[in-house]
C-alpha cells in the first residue's frame, strides 16, 4: 500500500494551495481519509477528514472555514484545499487512510500514511 502526496510547495501568505494524495495498493473507498501536519518542533496535528462516502467531513478550528477536504474514490484520491494561507500553516502535511472506531480526529485510528508534503507559508 503506498499513499503519494502531491502539491505542497512555497505559498505567499493569503494565497492557496491544493493538496492531492492517490492511494495505491488495494481500495479504501470503506475508509477514512485525512490529512495531518507537522510544523517545525511541534506534534503531528489532524487537520481534516472525510468519511467513506463523503458524507461527513471534519476540520480543525484553525482552518474550519479556509479549507474543504474532498475524495474520489474512484481514483483512490483525497484532496485538501485550502485559502487564506498564514504563516502558521507551515508544515509538513501527511494524508492517512483508517477505519475509523471512535475518533476521525486521532492519529491512531489511521493505518497508513503519506510521506509527507511539504507546505511553506511566507509572510
Known amino acids: 500500500v503506498q499513499l503519494q502526496a502531491s502539491g505542497g510547495g512555497l505559498v505567499q501568505a493569503g494565497g492557496s494551495l491544493s493538496l492531492a494524495c492517490a492511494a495505491s495498493?488495494?481500495?479504501?473507498?470503506?475508509?477514512?481519509m485525512g490529512w495531518f501536519r507537522q510544523a517545525p518542533g511541534k506534534e503531528r496535528e489532524f487537520v481534516a477528514a472525510?468519511?467513506?462516502?463523503?458524507?461527513?467531513?471534519y476540520l480543525t478550528d484553525s482552518v474550519k472555514y479556509r479549507a474543504i477536504i474532498s475524495r474520489d474514490n474512484a481514483k483512490n484520491t483525497v484532496y485538501l484545499q485550502m485559502h487564506s494561507l498564514k504563516p502558521e500553516d507551515t508544515a509538513v502535511y501527511y494524508c492517512?487512510?483508517?477505519?475509523?472506531?471512535?475518533?476521525?480526529?486521532?492519529?491512531?485510528?489511521?493505518?497508513?500514511w503519506g510521506q509527507g508534503t511539504l507546505v511553506t507559508v511566507s509572510s
Open positions: 492517512a487512510v483508517g477505519r475509523i472506531r471512535g475518533n476521525p480526529r486521532a492519529a491512531y485510528e489511521y493505518s497508513y
Open positions: 495498493g488495494r481500495t479504501f473507498d470503506t475508509y477514512f
Open positions: 472525510i468519511s467513506w462516502n463523503a458524507d461527513s467531513t
